[in-house]
């Protein structure tokens, strides 16, 4: 499997767990009657969101055809897509909520679900859990991980639904090369967001394709 094919199936990988979490997402809250969470809570399902994540990601590189070489650049190669992709949506997040920041307490009715700290310690974390899964892949495959790949091994094989995310991972694909750009300028510039940035405004076309993923 060539880089390309291997991004592009990743992005299919990413879209349809975006789309169960949603499902999952939606549930938990219907569950909780609507009910407000707490920053807490909204960073410890993140965090259980990411590092699942993380282990199905890892799943889909180590269930290869390919050879160990080969398996183990994939592998490497996928862990610098997630933190792309983690960074991407910890800017994306901020964008979002930084005119609330700026608008005050005229808006203070509104549920503050974005700090920086915490974005960060998460993204860290779920870091050190592929990092971990490198040298212990067995913690890989547990009950819910191994669910997750067979539910998005067979959303993908679906006629009408398998081709719909195959549409979003040929977007993921493209989106990614400006996510990764965008992501060095973010950190180079020491997470300051500047909403003059050609480069942050082009990015906001691939942030339609996130839709799938809870939004918090």
């Given at each position: ?35 407000q ?13 990411y ?14 055809d ?18 792309t992709y ?16 700026f ?19 998460v ?44 549409v ?10 400006f ?23 082009e ?14």
């Open positions: 499997m060539n880089l390309l094919d291997f991004v592009f199936r990743l992005g299919v990988v990413f879209a349809i767990y975006g789309f169960i979490w949603g499902i999952i997402n939606i549930g938990i809250y219907l569950l909780g009657q609507g009910r969470r707490s920053l807490t809570e909204i960073y410890i399902q993140k965090a259980i969101k590092f699942l994540l993380v282990a199905v990601t890892f799943l889909f590189c180590i269930k290869g390919g050879a160990k070489f080969e398996m183990m650049g994939q592998t490497i190669f996928a862990g610098l897509i997630l933190v983690f960074i991407g949506k910890l800017q994306k997040n901020q964008n979002v909520t930084m005119p609330f920041m608008a005050g307490e005229k808006l203070n009715m509104r549920q503050n679900t974005f700090n920086m700290k915490s974005e960060i310690l993204i860290a974390l779920s870091v050190v859990v592929f990092i971990g899964l490198l040298f212990f892949p067995e913690y890989a495959q547990n009950p819910v991980s191994n669910w997750f790949y067979k539910s998005i091994i067979n959303i993908e094989n679906t006629p009408v639904f398998g081709f719909i995310f195959k979003i991972g040929f977007f993921f694909l493209l989106g990614l090369l996510k990764m750009m965008n992501a060095f300028v973010f950190l180079m510039s020491g997470g300051k967001v500047d909403p003059n940035r050609p480069m942050q405004r990015n906001k076309k691939d942030d339609r394709f996130d839709d799938y993923e809870e939004i918090s």
